[in-house]
């Protein structure tokens, strides 16, 4: 029960002024980090988890369609992971900042060619988890009007630098009110909206075909060797 730090902090003139809304989103104690969101300007202030001193802030700021959802109800999750945070939301637009101080890495656009979704030119985007150096990422809407919007992105992005590993566009459709999907023994188990079912997708099984060009093959010969890896899970 005893107090570990007290420490004051003079907060930016705006905030005393009223009318901001402050969020405290997400927090790291192996990174000793703790991470701040003023929601009306769209930036992230960061402190010390160890000694409660001021880290950096505010990052810059993101892009307008941020403003919407909150990250307590998980509309909007926020992930550390590897000295870094990861934020999006509404506007679509994936930042990655340096969690020492504040500076962006890589920002990814998940661009909505078509215009499908109503209330962005990019996919509302929704962070899953983390894993194996992996940022896994789907689409996700409060409440949707119908007919939703066909051809919504699950992603698999690196983690570092933001590059894309794989994209599949309209398989799942995540959900605010289901739950993020899970990964376990290399298998994600998530909610799909489009059908309102439980899907799980990972590596499966296969076979293989072997086949020699020719039956009788000299000694000491070069031989062509043809094959084919087809997948037979249950899914396909």
């Given amino acids: 029960?005893?107090?570990?730090?007290?420490?004051?902090?003079?907060?930016?003139?705006?905030?005393?002024?009223?009318?901001?809304?402050?969020?405290?989103?997400?927090?790291?104690?192996?990174?000793?980090?703790?991470?701040?969101?003023?929601?009306?300007?769209?930036?992230?202030?960061a402190f010390s988890t160890d000694t409660g001193k001021y880290m950096w802030g505010p990052a810059e700021p993101e892009y307008y369609m941020n403003y919407y959802g909150w990250?307590?109800?998980?509309?909007?999750?926020?992930?550390?992971?590897?000295?870094?945070?990861?934020?999006?939301?509404?506007?679509?637009?994936?930042?990655?900042?340096?969690?020492?101080?504040?500076d962006v890495l890589w920002t990814y656009v998940s661009e909505d060619p078509y215009q499908e979704y109503l209330f962005a030119n990019n996919w509302w985007q929704f962070f899953l988890f983390i894993t194996d150096g992996k940022l896994y990422t789907s689409h996700m809407e409060h409440s949707a009007i119908e007919p939703m919007p066909r051809g919504a992105p699950f992603l698999c992005l690196n983690a570092t630098d933001g590059d894309i590993i794989w994209e599949a566009d309209g398989l799942f459709r995540s959900t605010r009110w289901g739950g993020r999907a899970i990964i376990g023994d290399s298998i994600i188990v998530g909610m799909d909206t489009y059908d309102n079912r439980l899907y799980a997708i990972g590596k499966g099984p296969s076979a293989t075909t072997v086949l020699i060009q020719n039956d009788v093959i000299a000694h000491g010969s070069n031989v062509l060797i043809k094959g084919m890896v087809t997948d037979v899970s249950p899914g396909t």
Avoid: H
């Fill in 1 to 45: 029960g005893d107090i570990l730090f007290s420490e004051t902090w003079a907060a930016p003139a705006a905030w005393a002024a009223g009318g901001m809304q402050i969020e405290f989103n997400a927090i790291s104690l192996e990174e000793g980090v703790a991470v701040i969101w003023t929601k009306d300007t769209l930036e992230y202030y």
């Fill in 71 to 102: 990250t307590e109800l998980l509309e909007r999750p926020i992930l550390i992971w590897d000295g870094k945070l990861y934020s999006s939301g509404c506007g679509g637009i994936i930042y990655c900042y340096d969690l020492t101080d504040g």
